[in-house]
């Protein structure tokens, strides 16, 4: 509000010069001279009036900026932070009191699942171990035996095949149990049970429960899903032409949903091939704790490209105009009746990256960098005269 009354005094002064030299038409000695004819990229000024619009000038910078690539995505963890839970062997769910959202963790109790296949193992197992302490005396018995002549190699042989075929048997019922949850070393005659406990692989909180108190679940079916959120990862998506701005180590600044809060991630990896669609995935790292950031959360996020050296001014100083983008510079002073004037000149230039209130300015070719005087401050006011100047000339 504060520029567009500056701007309307800016106006109204000049519209009040210019009804003064209206009527100083009727000098006799004006009529004699012709009106001056300004080209169209010339703004005229006089001394008070660039003191009443406030116009300040300098010189073009060249300042080391970022540029920014704006990607989307999705907020994921590592895969060993995210836990699907089955049962091996099946069973029916004999209890459970878990719910979404409830924190677990590592070897929490999930559900307590019953199956007759279990008490076979169990059974199978004491059995074939009963046997194999049977066995390897036999072995042993049988091998010193043969070392004194009193038992031939035949027997030998069998011995040693019938102990190995039931070691080999107690190894692989004991691989059976611990995919169940039973220790064997804990197993005995005495605590053979139809019930086994299933633990939870991580720590985390429970994101999906997929079971009920009663429940078959076959080996196949994800009974629940844990997942650990304190290790965040985005992994956001680019088109192949951008793949060649973003590279390890780089910052980014992301938003979640409609949140004007800004998070931080860096870059650690990119990717390594160009999908179908003609996307790239870049994956990102979270530090620390973002309050309110869950997996599969659709973000926003800005990718602070590699800095360069560019010419650079205020922003302010870069004006649009019949949507071209624009730069004052004072093209030459001068007296008239007794007045100093200022002209200046609209160069077209194109806008780069902008960063910390300056940006980018492409300049043509013939740009004489050193020698311009360029307006940095006013270029709005200056705009906004040349814009009224047709309006405010007399006829």
């Known amino acids: 509000m504060i520029k567009y009354n500056f701007l309307s005094i800016l106006v109204s002064l000049i519209l009040v010069v210019l009804i003064v030299s209206c009527n100083g038409a009727h000098n006799p000695k004006s009529e004699t001279k012709e009106a001056e004819v300004l080209p169209e990229d010339i703004v005229e000024l006089r001394d008070d009036q660039i003191k009443l619009a406030n116009i300040e000038t300098g010189v073009i910078e060249t300042r080391s900026m970022s540029g920014s690539l704006k990607v989307s995505g999705t907020v994921t963890v590592a895969p060993q932070n995210l836990a699907t839970v089955c049962m091996p062997m099946g069973g029916f769910i004999k209890n459970t009191t878990l719910m979404p959202g409830i924190g677990v963790k590592k070897g929490e109790t999930l559900a307590i699942l019953e199956n007759q296949q279990f008490v076979e193992i169990q059974q199978g197992y004491l059995e074939a171990r009963n046997k194999l302490d049977y066995a390897e005396a036999e072995f042993n018995r049988h091998t010193e035996l043969y070392k004194e002549d009193v038992y031939s190699q035949k027997n030998v042989q069998q011995v040693t095949a019938e102990y190995k075929t039931l070691k080999a048997q107690v190894k692989g019922l004991e691989q059976k149990l611990a995919l169940i949850g039973i220790d064997p070393l804990k197993l005995n005659e005495d605590n053979i049970s139809s019930s086994v406990t299933l633990v939870s692989p991580i720590s985390g909180y429970v994101k999906t429960v997929n079971v009920n108190i009663g429940k078959f679940v076959a080996p196949s079916d994800i009974l629940f899903e844990i997942v650990n959120s304190d290790k965040l990862y985005l992994e956001l998506v ?30 650690y990896q990119t990717g390594k091939s160009i999908s179908a669609d003609k996307t790239y995935k870049v994956y990102a790292s979270v530090p620390g704790v973002c309050k309110n950031v869950l997996p599969g959360m659709y973000v926003n996020a800005v990718i602070q490209t590699t800095s360069s050296k560019v010419t650079a001014l205020p922003s302010d100083a870069v004006v649009t105009f019949d949507e071209k983008q624009y730069i004052f510079i ?29 940006t980018e300015v492409i300049l043509p070719p013939d740009f004489n960098i050193i020698a311009a005087k360029v307006v940095l401050k006013g270029a709005y006011n200056l705009l906004s005269a040349k814009k009224n100047a047709g309006e405010m000339s007399c006829s």
Request: aromatic share 10%; charged share 30%.
């Open 238 to 267: 680019l088109f192949d032409k951008d793949a060649d701005k973003v590279s390890a180590g780089q910052n980014i600044l992301f938003f979640i949903n409609n949140e004007k809060e800004q998070h931080e991630a860096v870059i």
């Open 330 to 358: 004072v093209d030459k002073t001068k007296i008239e009746n007794n007045n100093p004037f200022t002209e200046y000149r609209m160069i077209v230039v194109q806008k780069g990256v902008t960063e910390g209130g300056f």
